[in-house]
């Protein structure tokens, strides 16, 4: 398989760069964009190979373009990603000191909770806690909507949680931080904040919302895969994914 770095592939890596992060139906659209305004054969099921030559090139700075899932939406995700630092003083460039603790204290909460979510008044409490320099209330506002804008945390309705980005990103140091309270999805064996959970209490497994919505579609009776209890939540609708015009 030919490892050659042409130009559509440093348009792509370029894009890669300016977004941080693109759905799996983007990714396939600016593949055949890049391919097009460049003149080479666009193959539609062989961007992952595309990706594979970007990475190739992309290794030697510790840098890759990793794919992911949606805890939300259940959609594929590809990420840029930092190699060389998997934990959150890579961000140390574009946050300070105490934004960093801040952040990390969100993450504590958002792991340590039970439906994967931070109120934003649970943040606020916890910016009193810093061991940095204090944060006013209007500067931890101001850094969780940063947060937000950067595509680390998601908000919805006061509550925050781990976007896409900061999954695939932050995967191994949450991993080593956190082994004994992460827990990972039956069904894809990606890590798992927000889910349903078996009520079993010698099962107790875990599975995304939208896994939950796939394995249990056309099934008269949800029962645990696992256990194969009774499965007592409600079952979420298949997500479809939106559709991209070309750019």
Known sequence: MSRHMGDGHRRFLQTMMASGIIDEQGAKALHQYCCDIHNTQHTPDKLDDFIDTI??????????????????????????????????????????????????KTIDLIVGSENGKASSTDILNSADTLTTKKLKKSETEHLLNRLVHDKWLNEKRGEYTLSTRCIIEMEPYIRTMYHDQVKVCHICHNIAFQCQICENPVCGIKIHNPCVARYFKGRTEPRCPACDDFWPHEIPEVRRPQSHSRR
């Open 55 to 104: 990475n190739s090139k992309l290794q030697p700075m510790f840098m890759q373009i990793r794919k992911g899932m949606s805890e939300d939406s259940g959609h594929q995700y590809y990420a840029l990603v930092n190699m060389a630092e998997t934990d959150i003083t890579r961000m140390s460039s574009d946050y300070a000191d105490n934004e960093l603790e801040l952040f990390g």
